[in-house]
Nanobody, 122 residues
């Protein structure tokens, strides 16, 4: 069973930057997109960004547009989430996941990582 491994989380001050990475533990096949989600305490998991694997089309939640950038390294089967101008409300556990569908809903994603904590402090 392939797993996704996130890295790059940590604590950063407001206005700072972090770069998250997501790589599979083995070879993956046939997924349409790799996405990033986040879940803050007491809140539902929400879509952050996604990139389609073949065409590289990128999608963002309105709350992160202009601040976060998703990218992919297809030969390495790895995606990155560059997060700039971080805000207190960006504090959450960030998860990467893959989906065979053109759908942003968490339920459409079938392989998930275990998450990495991002904490933005004042």
């Amino acid at each position: 069973q392939v797993q996704l491994l996130e890295s790059g989380g940590g604590t950063v001050q407001e206005g700072g930057s972090l770069r998250l990475s997501c790589a599979p533990s083995g070879r993956t096949y046939g997924y349409y997109a790799m996405g990033w989600f986040r879940q803050a305490p007491g809140k539902e998991r929400e879509f952050v960004a996604a990139v389609t694997w073949r065409a590289g089309i990128k999608y963002y939640a309105d709350s992160v547009k202009g601040r976060f950038t998703i990218s992919r390294d297809a030969p390495k089967d790895t995606s990155y989430l560059q997060m700039n101008s971080l805000k207190l409300e960006d504090t959450a556990v960030y998860y990467c996941a893959t989906t065979p569908y053109n759908d942003r809903a968490p339920t459409a994603y079938d392989i998930w990582g275990q998450g990495t904590q991002v904490t933005v402090s004042s």
